[in-house]
C-alpha cells in the first residue's frame, strides 16, 4: 500500500491566479497520476508524471496550463495557471500499487484530493 | 476519453438490501476495478477482476465481468448506510498503465 498527502486540501482562489498542489507519497514510485475531478464527475486523467523526464499530458491537457514537477520518486507538484472558474475541480494524485499487484496492474492508490474553488 | 459508462447513476435502498451497479466499457482491457469515493473525497480501490476472470468476491462485494459484452457489474449485498457512497468503476488496458473512469454511480443506503 501507499499513502498519499496531498496539500492544499482546499483552496478557494481568485480568476487569474495559479495555484500548486503538492503530492507526497510515503514510498519510491516510478510513475504518478494526476486526475480531474469536476464537480459531479468522473474523473479525468491530465498526465502522468514520472520522474526524470517531462509529463505525458493527455488530450485536452497542455503544459502551459497544467505545469507538473517530478523532482524525485516520492513527490510531485501539478500547478493550475490562469485559472478560471472551469476549473474549479477536485484534483487528484495517484500512484500504481507496487508489490503483489505489481507495476502495471494498475490498482491505484489516492490521495484525499485538493478541491479547488475559483471564483 | 471516457471508457465506461455506469448504470444506474443514482440508486437509493433500505439497508439491509442489496444494490447492482453495472459498467460497460468499449475498448480491450487487462483488468477492470472497482473503486468507491466518498463525499468528493479520494477514492479507495475495492476490488480488482482481471480479464480472463469471469467472478470474483471480496467480503459483500460480488464483482463479474463479461468480456465478450464489455461489461461488468458489482454486487453489494445487505448493505450498510456506511456503504453510501460513490462507485466506479476503471479499466486498465494494454499499453496504458493509467486506468480509464467510468461515469460512476450514486449509492444512498437509508438506515
Known amino acids: 500500500s501507499a499513502v498519499i498527502s496531498q496539500k492544499p486540501s482546499r483552496d478557494i482562489c481568485q480568476r487569474g491566479t495559479s495555484l500548486t498542489i503538492q503530492c507526497q507519497v510515503d514510498?519510491?514510485?516510478?510513475?504518478m497520476f494526476w486526475y480531474r475531478q469536476q464537480p459531479g464527475q468522473s474523473l479525468t486523467l491530465i498526465a502522468t508524471?514520472?520522474?526524470?523526464?517531462?509529463?505525458?499530458?493527455e488530450s485536452g491537457f497542455v503544459i502551459d496550463k497544467f505545469p507538473i514537477s517530478r523532482p524525485n520518486l516520492t513527490f510531485s507538484t501539478l500547478t493550475v495557471s490562469n485559472m478560471s472558474p472551469e476549473d474549479s475541480s477536485i484534483y487528484l494524485c495517484?500512484?500504481?500499487?507496487?508489490?503483489?499487484?505489481?507495476?502495471?496492474?494498475?490498482?491505484?492508490?489516492f490521495g484525499e484530493g485538493s478541491r479547488l474553488t475559483v471564483l | 476519453s471516457q471508457q465506461g459508462e455506469e448504470d444506474p447513476q443514482a440508486l437509493s435502498i433500505q439497508e439491509g438490501e442489496n444494490a447492482t451497479m453495472n459498467c460497460s466499457y468499449k475498448?480491450?482491457?487487462?483488468?477492470l476495478q472497482w473503486y468507491r469515493q466518498n463525499s468528493g473525497r479520494g477514492l479507495v480501490h475495492l476490488i480488482l477482476?482481471?480479464?480472463?476472470?469471469r467472478e470474483k468476491h471480496s467480503g459483500r462485494l460480488r464483482v463479474t465481468l463479461d468480456t465478450s459484452k464489455k461489461s461488468s457489474s458489482l454486487l453489494i449485498t445487505a448493505s450498510r448506510a456506511a456503504d453510501t457512497a460513490s462507485y466506479f468503476c476503471?479499466?486498465?488496458?494494454?499499453?496504458?498503465?493509467?486506468?480509464?473512469f467510468g461515469s460512476g454511480t450514486r449509492l444512498q443506503v437509508q438506515p
Open positions: 495517484s500512484v500504481e500499487a507496487q508489490g503483489a499487484g505489481g507495476p502495471g496492474t494498475g490498482e491505484l492508490f
Open positions: 514510498s519510491q514510485v516510478t510513475m
Open positions: 508524471a514520472n520522474q526524470g523526464s517531462e509529463a505525458t499530458y
Open positions: 475498448t480491450s482491457i487487462n483488468n
Open positions: 477482476i482481471r480479464s480472463n476472470e
Open positions: 476503471a479499466t486498465s488496458s494494454t499499453g496504458r498503465r493509467a486506468l480509464t
